[in-house]
Structures are given as C-alpha cells and as structure tokens.
C-alpha cells in the first residue's frame, strides 16, 4: 500500500482536500502504472476546487457505467438466472423490489410471467421500465417509493426478486424487510456481491482491497477517457472513506446475507454463481 495515497484519504476525510490533491498526486508520480492514484488526484483537485459532488455526477457518467465493462456480463447472467427460475413455473406473478430501470427484468421476461408488480423509489427509472413494460402489453403495477413503504399495501406472492438493491438498507431495517417478505412470498431471489468485512475506515487492509478492486474497475472503462472514472467511480471511491457521509449502502459477506435469510424465517437457501465482477463475486440467493 502506497503511504502517499494512505496519507491522501485520510486528508480527504478530514477535509484538507489540497493535502489530499498534493499526495495522491505524489502516489501517482511514485507508482506510473497505477490507474487508481492519478484519477483520485484529478478527482481531488476538483473537490478541492468545487466542494464534493454527489455520487451520480451526471446521468451520462452512471448511464456509461452500468452500460459498460463488467455490467454487461453481470446483468445479462442475473437476468438469464431469473429467467430461468420464471420458466421453472406454468405460470407466476413477481414481485420485483428495486427493479430501477429494469436492467435485469426486462431480458429476463418470459411467457410464463403473468403478472409483475414493481418496486421502486426512482421516478425516472420507474417511468422507463413501465414504459418497455408498456410496449410488450405485460400487466403490471407500479409503486414509487421504498420498499418500506410499499409494506403497508399487502400482498401475496410465489416469487419476490431484488437485484443489487437490499444493500441500501440499514442491517436492521433489511432484517424487518426479509421478514415482511418471508410471509408474503413463496420464494425470494436476491442478487448481491460477496463483500468481505474489512475493518475500520483507514485500516491498511481495507485501502489496499478497495484500492485494488478500483484498479480492476478502472481499467474496464479506459476507453470512456474520464466520464465513467471522474463521474461515477472516483466519487463513489471516496464516498468509502467520507467521514461526514452518510453510508449509501451496506454490503456484507453472502454468508451473513444466507444467515439473514435464515433469521427472517427461510428453511432453505441455494447459492449459486452469477459473475466475478471485478468489484467482488455475484451470486443468487434462492430462498424458500
């Protein structure tokens, strides 16, 4: 682990961000190989020129992101799982929590599926995957909001899916949430990454998983220039160690993910494989 670059996110999260410009800019300079090192400079120098952005800098930066690199792989295996699971059925209703733009969803829609009732807190990614819904004439509702809140309008179903969106709930809320589903689905899929526990915020073991991680990541997308590397995945990288952030997502080990299955009330939980993505493995969780 470079001590330049160590010294430079602990500037950041103090927030002396010319300190934390002046040595990443001297990890780069000390490692010219690295892709990490000189993107958090560039990202620095802005931060301290314009205060910190949000994390989705701009919809042309995530667009690229998630439409590109390891996603491609990533999603189009979740979505050929799900569909694998929909065609187990003569026919079933699906309750997809998260469903976002229907990136997984939609390819993975098959005769079977008679009937989806949909998830989701953005309106803008709502609208779109009602709108691909819409054209292929699939029943549907749609629900604008958490899945919190979505609990008050009951319901019963053979299968519930999230894809990558239980991590944004608190350990605590999620566990209240797998519980509420346990007694309103059959079945429960969840897509989510084996994230190892790594320790406190600047623990050396946990800069040097996240910076090598970022490494794999950053070179998927070189071709992008700066759009997808300054507008989505440094940001998000120091979103890591921001001290005066709130935390947008609570990733964890798939063993604690299967423990908390079991705790809400699930007898039986098959693993299996969906990518090595380069940010930690997928798997899908098959809950009953």
Not at 92 to 99: A, E, N, S, T, Y
Not at 101 to 115: F, K, Y
């Amino acid at each position: 682990m470079n001590q330049q670059f160590a010294q430079a996110l602990r500037a950041f999260g103090d927030g002396d961000y010319a300190a934390a410009e002046g040595a990443a800019r001297q990890a780069a300079e000390e490692c010219p190989d690295s892709l990490v090192y000189p993107a958090a400079a560039t990202y620095l120098r802005r931060v301290a020129t314009h205060g910190k952005a949000g994390v989705y800098v701009t919809g042309e930066a995530f667009a690229a992101f998630v439409r590109g690199g390891g996603n491609l792989p990533l999603y189009a295996n979740t979505s050929a799982a799900l569909r694998a699971a929909y065609t187990s059925y003569s026919h079933v209703g699906i309750l997809d929590i998260g469903v976002g733009d229907g990136m997984a969803l939609l390819p993975a829609l098959a005769p079977q599926v008679v009937r989806i009732d949909l998830v989701e807190p953005s309106a803008p990614m709502l609208a779109q995957t009602r709108a691909a819904l819409d054209a292929r004439g699939i029943a549907y509702s749609a629900f604008n909001g958490t899945l919190q809140e979505f609990t008050d309008e009951g319901g019963l179903w053979e299968l519930a899916q999230a894809t990558f969106s239980l991590q944004s709930l608190e350990p605590i809320d999620r566990q209240i949430m797998l519980a509420w589903l346990r007694g309103h689905c059959a079945r429960l899929l969840i897509a989510e990454f084996d994230v190892p526990e790594l320790g406190e915020l600047y623990a050396p073991e946990r800069v040097a998983h996240f910076t090598a991680r970022y490494e794999q990541g950053l070179a998927e997308y070189t071709d992008e220039g700066d759009l997808v590397a300054q507008g989505f995945l440094m940001p998000v990288f120091f979103g890591y160690f921001d001290q005066s952030a709130a935390r947008a997502n609570y990733e964890q080990p798939i063993a604690v993910w299967e423990a908390d299955l079991r705790a809400a009330g699930f007898a039986s939980i098959e693993r299996r494989p969906i990518y090595d993505y380069w940010w930690a493995p997928a798997y899908l969780l098959d809950a009953r």
